[in-house]
């Protein structure tokens, strides 16, 4: 199972960037997807999910009507535009996949989420 994101670079303030995650080894279509953050010396941070009908994204305030995730499931891929973006952005965005039965619950959680990508640094200047 591999999770490939990709798309990351730096911007200027007020920019946009999309990052994808492509998926192999698993049936994507079975898989809610999410995209988390990390900076140095901070927890893992949720940033988005997609449930696996692609009906229902969660976002977290912070990115709220800035960010859009979304699925391909023919591609076998999730992406996440990202608008409006500012400095308090930058860090490494990571892909992850879940099976969970209760997403909804849980899409927040870095528990609820069974395979992860290895990460796309996004930085964003002043």
């Known amino acids: 199972v591999q999770l490939q994101a990709s798309g990351g670079g730096l911007v200027q303030a007020g920019g946009s960037l999309r990052i994808s995650c492509a998926a192999s080894g698993i049936p994507v279509r079975g898989y809610h997807m999410g995209w988390f953050r990390q900076a140095p010396g901070k927890e893992r941070e949720f940033v988005a999910g997609?449930?696996?009908?692609?009906?229902?994204?969660y976002y977290a305030d912070t990115v709220k009507g800035r960010f859009t995730i979304s699925r391909d499931n023919a591609k076998s891929t999730a992406s996440l535009q990202m608008n409006s973006l500012n400095p308090e952005d930058t860090t490494v965005y990571y892909c992850?996949?879940?099976?969970?039965?209760?997403?909804?619950?849980?899409?927040?959680?870095?528990?609820?989420?069974?395979?992860w990508g290895q990460g796309t640094q996004v930085t964003v200047s002043s």
């Open positions: 997609i449930s696996r009908s692609a009906s229902v994204p």
């Open positions: 992850a996949a879940s099976r969970t039965a209760t997403f909804s619950g849980y899409y927040a959680s870095t528990n609820a989420y069974n395979y």
